[in-house]
């Protein structure tokens, strides 16, 4: 497993830019397929973007396509989400999560290694 923790979360105005970290540890994260979820209040866990080994391959919810960008530096063992034109609808707890796989999973069964998460609100 990848140990994962992210930053980056804050207050933000509609409209704003976030960009949100997600900084691993141990050797395997460059063989690593990633991913971003949110949890927002009594909702349940939704995925928002992955990408995978490489970075070659990245995937979008539809509810963020056009605004956050998902990618990731393997030298820095860190991935990133950056996330543009926030929303009130965005304000959730961002995780982001690991597996060691041949594809690149979009839902949270797929993951095996998760971080603590970063709080993200967006004011209207």
């Known amino acids: 497993q990848v140990q994962l923790v992210e930053s980056g979360g804050g207050l933000v105005q509609a409209g704003d830019s976030l960009r949100l970290s997600c900084a691993a540890s141990g050797r395997t994260f460059s063989r690593a397929n990633m991913g971003w979820f949110r949890q927002a209040p009594g909702k349940e866990r939704e995925f928002v973007a992955a990408i995978s080994r490489s970075g070659d391959s990245t995937y979008y919810a539809d509810s963020v396509k056009g605004r956050f960008t998902i990618s990731r530096d393997n030298a820095k063992i860190t991935l990133y989400l950056q996330m543009n034109s926030l929303k009130p609808e965005d304000t959730a707890v961002y995780y982001c999560?690991?597996?060691?796989?041949?594809?690149?999973?979009?839902?949270?069964?797929?993951?095996?290694?998760w971080g603590q998460g970063t709080q993200v609100t967006v004011s209207s």
């Open positions: 999560a690991a597996v060691l796989s041949l594809m690149v999973p979009t839902t949270q069964r797929g993951y095996d290694s």
